[in-house]
């Protein structure tokens, strides 16, 4: 079945480490997005690719990197630049054109430790 | 800009019983969708329901009907008949057809339901 995995379902992080967090889908969305959220909060974008080797900065983008190297693969890296990394993220695709939804992954925890 | 409203941080239903969430938005573009997620504690986003800006029928998928009011800009989520697993959060969302498609999908702060046995 098509969909998007995210892994780890849980991450910790040292102070001033960087980690990465994956998302890849098998749905042949050109469109991937990063969204962070924090407990009882909505979703803010941290950054969207519309296409292989381009990507934007979201709202939030300080502190945060990724790439688009494959289409299936939209990997997040949480640097030490980020001060408030505890949170829950959550990685969305969806097709380039239409009025279509996202289809999200089933997100990742991280926890600052 | 676009924008989702929704006013309900909280709201309690009786099993059984229908509830209705509210979403407004707001929106220059001639032509949007909108549409309802809900996120259960374990975190997961899952797709109820859509409603296209020019669509006339108010959409349904089983328990789930979008009350859809153009003029007044409303987008309203109605669950019939309340189950104990309809305990979550839920998102309304929207996206314009006009603007760069990456940013323009906005989500409102979200609703926590809670139903009550």
């Known amino acids: 079945d098509g969909g998007i995995t995210q892994s780890p379902k849980y991450l910790f992080r040292k102070e001033g480490q960087n980690v990465t967090l994956s998302c890849e889908q098998n749905?042949?969305?050109?469109?991937m997005y990063w969204y962070r959220q924090d407990p009882g909060q909505g979703l803010r974008l941290i950054y969207y690719?519309?296409?292989?080797?381009?990507?934007q900065k979201g709202d939030i983008a300080e502190g945060y990197s990724v790439s688009r190297e494959k289409k299936e693969s939209f990997p997040l890296t949480v640097t030490s630049a980020q001060k408030n990394p505890t949170a829950f993220y959550l990685c969305a695709s969806r097709a380039r054109t239409g009025l279509y939804g996202y289809t999200f992954g089933s997100g990742t925890r991280l926890t600052v430790v | 800009a676009q924008k989702i409203t929704q006013t309900q941080p909280g709201m309690f239903v009786q099993e059984k019983e229908a509830v209705t969430l509210d979403c407004t938005y707001d929106?220059?573009?001639?032509?949007?969708?909108l549409f309802w997620y809900k996120q259960p504690s374990s975190g997961e986003m899952i797709f109820l329901i859509y409603q296209g800006s020019y669509d006339q029928q108010n959409a349904t998928e089983g328990r789930y009907s979008l009350n859809f009011q153009k003029a007044r800009k409303s987008a309203n989520l109605v669950i019939s008949a309340s189950q104990l697993g309809d305990s979550a959060m839920y998102f309304c969302a929207m996206r314009g057809i006009l603007q760069n498609y990456g940013q323009n999908f906005v989500f409102g702060p979200g609703t926590r339901l809670s139903v009550l046995p």
């Open positions: 690719s519309q296409i292989v080797n381009d990507f």
């Open positions: 749905l042949n969305h050109d469109a």
């Open positions: 929106t220059s573009d001639p032509s949007y969708g």
